[in-house]
Antibody
């Protein structure tokens, strides 16, 4: 069974940092592109970024809203993806989901989602 | 402002048919990149509903169907049931942004 389990959410002050983890199981992690998506309360889904698979050199890409502040990485030995969030702002308050992409290219879709982890940025 | 435009809400009575539109542009749906749809029940993570414009994953009832034409796509739900009450999102890829993009979401209310 495919599972994605996020952790690391919580309360952080504006300007602070937080690292989210996404533990994966039930599929070949090394061959999968992993993406992060967030959802503010009562709002829609926002794509944040991705890290491609090993054959694609673990290339990363980010949405304009988080580029330069967020960093996506992965640890193949732990089957885990990470989202490092720096310079957090109140508008970053949201539930953060990690997702597995069906294919590591532009035609892919999100076949699996984690349960989400809540990040609250407030003083 | 989402790159893909969906109506904020739609509604229908049990047993009826509803459609949800998703309008994009020449850099995403019209490029043409595939459109995918997700269903998000209250308090849960999104779930894949339609992939590759019109394909249903295993387990998704055939009451759900998708189509695409030009720079737009549609999700149709026939034989509406109370359990279909959820938020629905379309998703594609945008070559100008080099990013995955989502629609703003549509809340389906079953009357």
């Amino acid at each position: 069974e495919v599972q994605l389990v996020e952790s690391g959410g919580g309360l952080v002050q504006p300007g602070g940092s937080l690292r989210l983890s996404c533990a994966a199981s039930g599929f070949t992690f090394s061959g999968s592109s992993m993406h992060w998506v967030r959802q503010a309360s009562g709002k829609g889904l926002e794509w944040l970024g991705r890290i491609r698979s090993r054959p694609n050199n673990y290339a990363t890409g980010y949405a304009a809203s988080v580029k330069g502040r967020f960093i996506i990485s992965r640890d193949e030995s732990q089957n885990t993806a990470y989202l490092q969030m720096n310079s957090l702002q109140t508008e970053d308050t949201a539930v953060y989901y990690c997702t597995r992409r069906s294919k590591d290219d532009s035609s892919g879709y999100y076949v699996a989602w984690g349960q989400g982890t809540l990040v609250t940025v407030a003083s | 402002q989402s790159v893909l435009t969906q109506p904020p809400s739609v509604s229908g009575a049990p047993g009826q048919r509803v459609t949800i539109s998703c309008t994009g542009s020449s850099s995403n749906i019209g490029a043409p990149y595939d459109v995918h749809w997700y269903q998000q029940l209250p308090g849960t993570a999104p779930k894949l509903l339609i992939f590759g414009n019109s394909n249903r994953p295993s387990g998704v009832p055939d009451r759900f169907s998708g189509s695409k034409s030009g720079t737009s796509a549609s999700l149709a739900i026939t034989g509406l049931q109370a359990e279909d009450e959820a938020d629905y999102y379309c998703q594609s890829f945008d070559s100008s942004l080099s990013a995955s993009v989502f629609g703003g979401g549509t809340k389906l209310t079953v009357l």
